[in-house]
């Protein structure tokens, strides 16, 4: 087996190790229902976990998903409630919104040779405080159109397969073909590796990094928009903090933080890691459920720290010249 | 066989930086079918010729003739697709991707909006076979040697349709047989009509597989011969060339030699983790130990081991009679030795600090953090340093990078003589300074000797080394290959020893 796909694999080998030791320790923990709660319930995570996954691999970083899941929220919902739109009115605009704001910082980056940490730092601060001026209070949605959503799905096994999960199915499907099938997933591939021999080799490093971001923050505003679903509502401070869950899903997933190698099935075996260990919490009953951060911290650490001794595998060997 | 068009020719290429030049009117002709070696030490103009060509850099002036057009590639890429490829030492694909997708990156088949991956493999590895490369194309590039990437690389140019080829130091981290194999595919790629411009600093290899030679000097073209009309010694003779007119007053002197029981530093058969070896000398107080050769034969690598950069694999060196195994410069200079290093603008100078606090550093770094030198101090210790060296400059505030050079040097030297070393290492001590700097850090280095510091300096240029050194290490290939001392020591000699072929 080549190197590349050991990350991965020791992320599958540990969620199917948490996934037997929970159902060792409680009847039913791995039932079809709580697998399927678990895709249902960490739908707008893995969402923009995927698009993070393409910032990572080309060796950048999008600080500003979490406050773009708040912006189209509040957006959604003032768009259906105060304005009176129909929801399928509404998301695309929603969506197009998230794209310019990805597509303008992606310029930024690539323009003005900016960190990417900066300028999505910026992005992170400008869109909370956009969402909280449009609106400070929660705004509850009720129109039918939401509930009709949220009651299609069909029952498996026992579990339940909503709209959103069905939305994370295709939006996966769209990262496996984005990332192995077009010439935009090399593109990215290759910024990560090493952006001045890719520059040379010919890739469009502008429309590449663009894309890049687009991608990324449209996914962040389709994930506000799930979000706005699961809860009814839009809030301005929704998905505080959620760009940092998403990074570490995506390391978890067994993305390189430097770029140029990882899989989008990690990351979704990330997400799914992750809330298993939530699930196991709360199955437990009697732990605080912020041990959730204590677990999740000391699996990206482990991570980092097992991919350096990886990457002496892969990544080190044109050091050698 | 002169008979054959021009492929590439430049003309008249001038390049400068700050208003230094770096290329004087520079002719090149690449012709379709040859393979065409570019030499030059350090500091030639080499990589800024090969950046002009290849879009890196834009030329200030002169002109760019591709076949019969005149053309100015603006970027890497511009270059690419009118036919000109570069291969670089380091070679400039991606490792994390397969070895087929780096040969198709950007250009790979598709139907239905997807990559067809069967029909990149097939092609890769077709492709591939030209080079007698029977490898597995899925593997990520990473996985295989630097020869089997740098033949990738060449691949992908060539299968780019490149008329015009830059090997840009190919062979340096290569084995001799890997290097065999990269001539083979050279050749056939000459055969075929492909120009190559090979740019190595290995004498043997030109000799082996090139059909012209143009040499460069300073930013200037010295001419370009026929191969196999140009002996090694003159091929040396004007690589290296007779810089110093201006200094012909300094002939040779040569230190009387000390008593044996003062010999401060000594190395016995020594192996260097960065690949010299056959290292063998003994330094007493006093001394000026020279280190000659061409461009990579491992001058700097010694000066590099002596600091504490790099360490000795086999062998011993030995100081003062204990042995001596520096593993930091700080152990090194806590021993009392001291390098001016080759390259004065990254690892020399602190540029945005000023003419005083560069000065300092050294010493401050020697007392320590917790015993700052009083600001009294301070003025009289760089007072009688600007004095002490004639640094010019108006204002020791000044910060460095506005010096000159030379001065820039003479505050490296400052800076390392006032913690008062035993061994000062100088690598390329004069490389980039004005003709007046020249002969005064030269003299500079013969008074330190006459007070009894050992000093080891490394230099591309003979005529300096014959002028102060009594004893001349010669290096080839990473190789010590001999050692001159005393009246021995004659530009002819040097220069014979190195250019002798193995």
Known sequence: MSARFIPVVVTAVLFLALLIAGSLQFSGFASPRVLLNLLTDN???????????????????????????????????????????????????????????????????????????????AGMFFARGLATVLSEQSIPITHSFFDSVNN??????????????????????????LAHFTRLGGYIYAL????????????????????????????????????????????????????????????????????????????????????????????????????????????????????????????TKKAKI | MTARPAALQLNKICKSFNRVSVLRSVDLELRAGEIHALLGENGAGKSTLIKVMTGAY??????????????????????????????????????????????????????????????????????????DLDI?????????????????????????????????????????REVALLFRVMRDLRDSGVAILFVTHFLDQVYEVTDRITILRNGERVGTFATNALPRNELVAHMLGKELHALEHLSHHCPPAGREEDVLLEADSVTIANGVEQLNFKARQGDAIGLAGLLGSGRSEICSMLFGLSHVTSGKVSLAGKEFRPNSPAAAIKKGFALCPEDRKTEGIVDPLSVRENLLLALQAQKGWWRPIRAQQQKALVDEAIRALKIVCSDAEKPIGQLSGGNQQKVILARWLMTKPQIFILDEPTRGIDIGAHAEILELIRKLCAEGMTLIVASSEIEELVAFSNKVIIMRDKKMVGMIEGDAITENSVLSAIATPV
């Open chain 1, 43 to 121: 739908s707008f995570l893995a969402i923009m976990a995927l698009g993070m996954t393409f910032v990572i691999l080309s060796g950048g970083i999008d600080l500003s998903v979490g406050s773009v899941l708040a912006l189209s929220s509040v957006l959604c919902a003032i768009l259906v409630e105060k304005h009176g739109w129909h929801p399928l009115q509404a998301i695309p605009v929603v969506l197009i919104a998230g794209a310019a704001f990805g597509a303008i910082m992606g310029a930024l980056i690539h323009v003005y040779k900016l960190q990417p940490f900066i300028v999505t730092l």
């Open chain 2, 58 to 131: 834009s030329a200030d002036g002169g002109e760019i003739i591709l076949g019969d057009k005149t053309i100015s590639p603006q970027t890497p890429s511009d270059a690419q697709k009118l036919g000109i490829s570069t291969v670089y030492q380091e070679v400039n694909l991606l490792p994390n991707l397969s070895v087929a997708h780096n040969l198709y990156l950007g250009r790979e088949p598709r139907r239905f909006g997807c990559i067809q991956w069967k029909k990149i493999r097939a092609r890769a590895t077709e492709l591939l076979k030209r080079f």
């Open chain 1, 192 to 315: 990560g590796g090493n952006s001045t021999s890719a520059a040379l080799l010919g890739v469009p490093m502008g429309l590449t990094t663009i894309s890049i971001y687009t991608l990324s923050s449209t996914l962040a505003a389709l994930s506000g928009i799930v979000y706005t679903f699961y809860t009814a509502s839009g809030y301005a401070l929704s998905g505080v903090g959620m760009e940092l869950d998403a990074i570490a899903a995506v390391v978890i997933g067994g993305t390189l933080l430097t770029g140029g190698y990882g899989y989008v099935l990690g990351t979704l075996l990330g997400v799914m890691i992750m809330g298993l260990i939530q699930t196991w919490i709360s199955f437990h009953g009697s732990l605080n459920s912020w041990w959730t951060k204590i677990f999740i911290g000391s699996l990206v650490l482990a991570f980092i720290i097992f991919q350096r001794g990886i990457s002496a595998g892969f990544g």
């Open chain 2, 136 to 176: 597995n194309v899925n593997e990520p590039l990473s996985s295989y040697s630097i020869a089997v990437q740098q033949l990738v690389a060449i691949a992908r140019a060539v299968d780019c349709s490149a008329k015009v080829l830059i090997l840009d130091e190919p062979t340096a981290s290569l084995d001799a």
């Open chain 1, 152 to 177: 299609f799905g069909f029952s498996v096994l026992g579990g339940w397969i909503g709209s959103a999960t069905l939305l994370l199915i295709v939006v996966f499907a769209f990262g496996l073909w």
